[in-house]
Nanobody
Framework: HVQLVESGGGSVQAGGFLRLSCAASDHTSSSYCMTWFRQAPGKERVGVACIDTDGTAFYADSVKGRLTISRDNAKNTLYPQMNSLKPEDTAMYYC???????????????????????WGQGTQVTVS
């Protein structure tokens, strides 16, 4: 069972940046698509970015140009960094791992929470 632990959340002023991280307990580099989701109060959980095993990343339109995600396979750690934060970015952010489909990580599939087997506990980001 893969355990995921997010960190790096906090409170930041609009226009600022945050670097989050997600540490996995097991080797996820060769088998899993890693995805970041967020859930604002009273809203559904939505995918914001996913990253394939080779480092290819996909982003939701809402964060494109402001979010950069990378992974260190040797450390089993994921690093999303979000710049130019907006109040509407306020949410609980979750890291998730889902098995590759057809050997790849396609945004059309992995932007949906259903295709992920393992979840972290979340880290809160508040932008004011």
């Amino acid at each position: 069972h893969v355990q995921l632990v997010e960190s790096g959340g906090g409170s930041v002023q609009a226009g600022g940046f945050l670097r989050l991280s997600c540490a996995a307990s097991d080797h996820t580099s060769s088998s899993y698509c890693m995805t970041w989701f967020r859930q604002a109060p009273g809203k559904e959980r939505v995918g914001v970015a996913c990253i394939d095993t080779d480092g290819t990343a996909f982003y939701a339109d809402s964060v494109k140009g402001r979010l950069t995600i990378s992974r260190d396979n040797a450390k089993n750690t994921l690093y999303p960094q979000m710049n130019s934060l907006k109040p509407e970015d306020t949410a609980m952010y979750y890291c998730a791992a889902g098995p590759l489909y057809g050997g790849s990580c396609r945004w059309e599939r992995f932007s949906h929470s259903d295709f992920h087997d393992h979840w972290g506990q979340g880290t809160q980001v508040t932008v004011s």
